[in-house]
């Protein structure tokens, strides 16, 4: 069964940071694109970066660039990102997915973030 | 950034009936790579739909999609009490990937 879980949510103030991971299993990681997929309370989906299968290759939407960073240790099969310099617009659940090319197949539960003091 | 936008907002109607969803793009989607997802509540989104018009693993075959370049479409037919849901267009053809904002679809 292809999963993915997420870990690392929680409530941190503004300025600081926080680390998600996520862990994959029932398929294999090192041929997948790995993204990180966010929903604001009451919104809809927000895109936020993505990893190439080697790693060679990171994107990232705009307002997240030089504050967030994807990684990936495909020995783990797991997928990171580094939340820094949190604001309060960045509280959401954020949904590690995974995908063939740049297509999402499948999708974590979600971890939510809170920025608040 | 090729902005995705979704219409109606929420669509009501009724079991049995048929429901299309529509979803623009501001820039042609090259390749017509175009995917529709259904997100329920307190759930993580699935796929249905890829480049455009193919059927996701598992699917029924009540939901189609068609489309191309700027326009697409989400068919759902003979709709059953479980396909209510907000159901979001994206183009994963260019970065940044976008989302439209979403039909909610009440039965």
């Known amino acids: 069964e292809v999963q993915l879980v997420e870990s690392g949510g929680g409530l941190v103030q503004p300025g600081g940071s926080l680390r998600l991971s996520c862990a994959a299993s029932?398929?294999?990681?090192?041929?997948?694109?790995m993204n990180w997929v966010r929903q604001a309370p009451g919104k809809g989906l927000e895109w936020v970066a993505n990893?190439?299968?080697?790693?060679?290759?990171?994107n990232y939407v705009d307002s997240v660039k030089g504050r967030f960073t994807i990684s990936r240790d495909n020995a783990k099969s797991s997928v990171y990102l580094r939340l820094n310099d949190l604001r309060a617009d960045d509280t959401a659940v954020y949904y590690c997915?995974?995908?063939?090319?740049?297509?999402?197949?499948?999708w974590g539960q979600g971890a939510p973030v809170t920025v608040s003091s | 950034e090729n902005v995705l936008t979704q219409f109606p907002g929420t669509l009501s109607v009724s079991p049995g009936e048929r429901a299309t969803l529509s979803c623009r793009a501001s820039?042609?989607?090259?390749?017509?790579?175009l995917a529709w997802y259904q997100q329920k509540p307190g759930q993580a989104p699935t796929l249905l739909i890829y480049?455009?018009?193919n059927r996701a693993t598992g699917i029924p075959d009540r939901f189609s999609g068609s489309g191309s370049a700027t326009d697409f479409s989400l068919t759902i037919n003979r709709l059953e009490p479980e396909d209510s849901a907000v159901y979001y267009c994206?183009?994963?053809?260019?970065?940044?990937?976008?989302f439209g904002g979403g039909t909610k679809v009440e039965i």
């Open positions: 029932g398929f294999t990681f090192s041929t997948y694109w």
């Open positions: 997915a995974g995908g063939n090319g740049w297509l999402i197949l499948t």
């Open positions: 990893v190439k299968q080697d790693g060679s290759e990171t």
């Open positions: 994206q183009q994963y053809a260019a970065s940044p990937l976008t």
């Open positions: 820039h042609s989607v090259g390749s017509n790579f």
């Open positions: 480049g455009a018009s």
